[in-house]
């Protein structure tokens, strides 16, 4: 038994070591907690963004898309140069997420594909969540960006817009043309709410989306999201550029088919002559003006033919959302034109290529025909110095 001396030694020792050990696992813990701040500190002063993760460069699809000398259209149906090109358009700071390269490409991935969430999720393995998030977020982005793509040529630019009906309808008569409007639908699957209002005259459900188009088939201006079984008449009312009197300027012409009323204001819309015509002028007219509206089937059938497996089926959204997966597909378009990537659209598409409604409208009363500046036209083109 150790004597007293001995057990107080013993216990004084015990406690300078407890102590010891507690003030050194103090010191650790502080130390961790430095080591935590001046990471931080140094992510908040670094250039480049936080991510989640980093990108895992085996993955198949991204093997493709980092293998530069790769074609990329039959994954992404865009070339390598218009994928850059909108990626640089969408670029910004983030602080947090996939990182943009990343973003884009799952969307158009999405987009050229048309997968469930889920499908896409294992193809870039991410989590079935973040592709939700990212999916809407790139088609706001592009939204957000929409100006940059699709708007009207400014008045400088209406001689030259104006030429391109002139060589597309082969007359000289169309040299004031500067857009053809037109709607096409697409397909969606039925909504929750108010599915009759959808179904077109075609018998299935869809929204329309809206063009005005130049003779090169790019994009002017589009409005997408009206229930199918709105007349394209109707939809036009319903626009801003009607609306506001904002297109086409004084002393220009629209281009329309039958669905449209024949308009001298408060916008100049010409429609053709509603068959059967016997009158040469008037079968003359048609037919040029038919050659210039063939502007606006070929647009919407390129469109389609990039974004069939997308548009050739019922779109899995709902109605809110499926307005701006069809205004990417608009926007997409004309950045393809944009950077000459050029595809030629398939025969299938011809059958729903354009929404031409049967339904006539009156003309309200601050509308007033435009018989008469039909007629001149059709006059006008018979002129053998016009006729090419």
Known sequence: MPSAP????????AAIFLRLSAATRRRERRRRRLRQLLLLLDKSETSNPATYCRLNHNVPILRLWFNVESELKQDFRLSRRVMHALQRLLQKDQDHGWGNELEVLIYIYWLAHGLSYRVVSRVFNVPKSTIYRIIHTVAERIWLH?????????????????????????????DK??????CTHIRIKPPQYHHFDYINEKGFHSVSMQAILDSD?????????????????RIMRNSSFYQARRYPPPGYILLGDKSYPCLDSPIRLI???TEPVSQPPQKLFNLHHSKACSAAMRAFRVMKTRWRSTLSSALEVKPEFATQVVSS??????????????LEPEDDTAEDATASSTFQEVLTDDETPGDATRDELAARNMSPELQE
Request: aromatic letters at 10%; one cysteine or more; hydrophobic letters at 45%.
């Open 271 to 273: 429609t053709p002559y």
């Open 177 to 182: 043309v500067v857009g053809v409007i037109s």
């Open 146 to 174: 929409f100006n940059t793509a699709i708007s009207f040529p400014r008045i400088e630019d209406l001689h030259r817009v104006g030429q391109g009906f002139v060589e597309r309808s082969g007359t000289a008569a169309f």
């Open 329 to 342: 597909c608009a926007f997409l378009h004309n950045l393809c034109l944009d950077n000459a990537d050029v």
């Open 217 to 233: 088939g790019r994009f002017l201006d589009i409005l997408a999201g009206h229930p199918g079984s709105v007349p394209n008449a």
């Open 6 to 13: 001995v057990r107080l030694s013993l216990a004084f020792a």
